[in-house]
C-alpha cells in the first residue's frame, strides 16, 4: 500500500489540525499514526485496527486526538485538538493487514507500509 499523508503545517499552541492519509494500490488495513521529533525515536501516537476498530492512543494525546477512517475513501484522519509545543514532529501514517494486539498497537514494527511524514509544528 502506497500511503500519502497531508494536513501538517504550522500553528498556534492551544490551535487544531487534522492530518489525513490516503492509501492507493491496496485497502487500508490497520492504520497507526506515529510522529518523531528532532532527536527522539518514532513513536505512536494513535492506531486503529482493522478487525474490530479497536483503537489506542499514546498517553500524551488522550483527550486532545481522535483517529478515524473512512473505508469508501481508503481515508484515515488525525483530529488534533489542543496542540501543544511538545507536539511538534514529522507525522506518520503507516499500515499492516494485521491486526495487532491492544498492546502492541502503538509500536512502528506492528506496521509494514509507511507515508512520508507531514511536518507539525506548535509555536507561538
Known amino acids: 500500500v502506497q500511503l500519502q499523508a497531508s494536513g501538517g503545517g504550522l500553528v498556534q499552541p492551544g490551535a487544531s489540525l487534522m492530518l489525513a492519509c490516503a492509501g492507493s494500490g491496496s485497502t487500508l488495513g490497520s492504520i497507526g499514526w506515529f510522529r518523531q521529533a528532532p532527536g527522539n525515536q518514532r513513536e505512536g501516537v494513535a492506531a486503529?485496527?482493522?478487525?474490530?476498530?479497536?483503537?489506542a492512543y499514546a498517553d500524551s494525546v488522550k483527550g486532545r486526538f481522535t483517529i478515524s477512517r473512512d473505508r469508501a475513501k481508503n481515508l484515515a484522519y488525525l483530529q488534533m485538538n489542543t496542540l501543544k509545543p511538545e507536539d511538534t514532529a514529522i507525522y506518520y501514517c503507516a499500515t499492516t493487514s494485521g491486526n495487532p494486539i491492544y498492546g502492541a498497537m502503538l509500536r512502528p514494527n506492528m506496521y509494514t507500509d509507511w507515508g512520508q511524514g507531514t511536518l507539525v509544528t506548535v509555536s507561538s
Open positions: 486503529i485496527r482493522n478487525g474490530d476498530g479497536k483503537i
